[in-house]
Nanobody, 127 residues
């Protein structure tokens, strides 16, 4: 089973930037699609972005398109989420997710039961 460890969260003012990282271990990282989800207080977890096992075909939620960029470094077993122009509504716990089927895209509508999860990292954007 894969182990996922997120880092890079914190407190930032509106308009600022943060970069989240997720280090994976326990299986061949480069065979699996990866993604980011978030959950704000009182709300359901929602898809943010995903990327294929080769670092192609990124998907983004409409709410973050043009502001967030997902990328991965298969040599470092790490996936990143660069977040720019942050807004207070981006405040949430951000979770890294790994698909548990090889060579399968993580599309926004996919069943989240097919993913493995990190412990989450808090992102707070102040107005």
């Amino acid at each position: 089973q894969v182990q996922l460890a997120e880092s890079g969260g914190g407190l930032v003012q509106a308009g600022g930037s943060l970069r989240l990282s997720c280090a994976a271990s326990g299986r061949t990282f480069s065979n699996y699609a990866m993604g980011w989800f978030r959950q704000a207080p009182g709300k359901e977890r929602e898809f943010v972005a995903s990327i294929s096992w080769r670092g192609r075909m990124p998907y983004y939620a409409d709410s973050v398109k043009g502001r967030f960029t997902i990328s991965r470094d298969n040599a470092k077993n790490t996936v990143y989420l660069q977040m720019n122009s942050l807004k207070p509504e981006d405040t949430a716990v951000y979770y890294c997710a790994a698909h548990n089927r090889e060579y399968t895209l993580m599309i926004p509508s996919a069943d989240a039961n097919g993913f493995d999860w990190g412990q989450g990292t808090q992102v707070t954007v102040s107005s």
